[in-house]
């Protein structure tokens, strides 16, 4: 059995090097390059179904919106509970196992439902988010916190979560929680750049 870092954890390096390298590439001039190639797939967006409706329709578009914070309140909610369980502040007569899985399934219907309808209200706007550049960081917040709950989070917590340590269950839950307030911090931005 290998007793390296890198033996216990493979799939958490390997995902902490991609998350690294994507922050990198993203502070880089390389962006710029592939920007500028997304422009006629956000120009497109605007011409589909979803994209005339969105911007002819008003009530549509303000539906879907409100589905979208309903989805987006679900996700922060089993992210807070499931990060309080792990950092031993809420719900503690209840197993975290238990409370850790019911979360992990609300997360994943709050998520699609979020991408589902943002894909939709992007469509009708994508030229103006296109050019916002708190959009993108967004988008790269996202995809940070999709990429620690499947590949970090879900692997070290999924089987016996009472079996890890205090101390990295805290670490899990303190990165957790940073990692989506980012998130929510951009979308936010977002509405206040638009």
Same mark, same amino acid.
């Given at each position: 059995?290998?007793?390296?870092?890198?033996?216990?954890?493979?799939?958490?390096?390997?995902?902490?090097?991609?998350?690294?390298?994507?922050?990198?590439?993203?502070?880089?001039?390389?962006?710029?390059?592939?920007?500028?190639?997304?422009?006629?797939?956000?120009? !497109?967006?605007?011409?589909?179904?979803?994209?005339?409706?969105?911007?002819? !329709?008003?009530?549509?578009?303000?539906?879907?919106?409100?589905?979208?914070?309903?989805?987006?309140?679900?996700? @922060?909610?089993?992210?807070?509970?499931?990060? @309080?369980?792990?950092?031993?502040?809420?719900?503690?007569?209840?197993?975290?196992?238990?409370?850790?899985?019911?979360?992990?399934?609300?997360?994943?219907?709050?998520?699609?439902?979020?991408?589902?309808?943002?894909?939709?209200?992007?469509?009708?706007?994508?030229?103006?988010?296109?050019?916002?550049?708190?959009? !993108?960081?967004?988008?790269?917040?996202?995809?940070?916190?999709?990429?620690?709950?499947?590949?970090?989070?879900?692997?070290?917590?999924?089987?016996?979560?009472?079996?890890?340590?205090?101390?990295?269950?805290?670490?899990?839950?303190?990165?957790?929680?940073?990692? !989506?307030?980012?998130?929510?911090?951009?979308?936010?931005?977002?509405?206040?750049? @638009?």
């Amino acid at each position: 059995m290998s007793t390296g870092i890198r033996g216990f954890y493979p799939r958490t390096i390997t995902v902490i090097a991609v998350i690294v390298l994507a922050l990198a590439f993203a502070l880089n001039g390389a962006r710029v390059a592939v920007w500028s190639a997304l422009l006629p797939l956000f120009e !497109w967006m605007e011409t589909t179904p979803p994209g005339v409706l969105g911007q002819t !329709w008003g009530a549509a578009f303000a539906a879907l919106q409100a589905v979208h914070l309903l989805g987006m309140a679900l996700l @922060g909610g089993s992210v807070l509970v499931s990060d @309080g369980r792990l950092l031993n502040v809420l719900f503690r007569d209840v197993p975290t196992d238990l409370v850790l899985r019911a979360c992990h399934r609300l997360f994943v219907w709050s998520v699609s439902l979020c991408v589902l309808t943002g894909v939709f209200m992007a469509c009708g706007v994508a030229v103006k988010v296109y050019y916002l550049e708190v959009f !993108w960081y967004k988008m790269l917040a996202l995809a940070v916190g999709v990429a620690f709950v499947f590949f970090i989070r879900r692997p070290l917590l999924r089987d016996h979560p009472d079996a890890i340590s205090p101390g990295l269950r805290r670490l899990l839950a303190s990165a957790s929680l940073m990692i !989506w307030f980012s998130v929510a911090a951009t979308g936010r931005w977002i509405g206040f750049s @638009g």
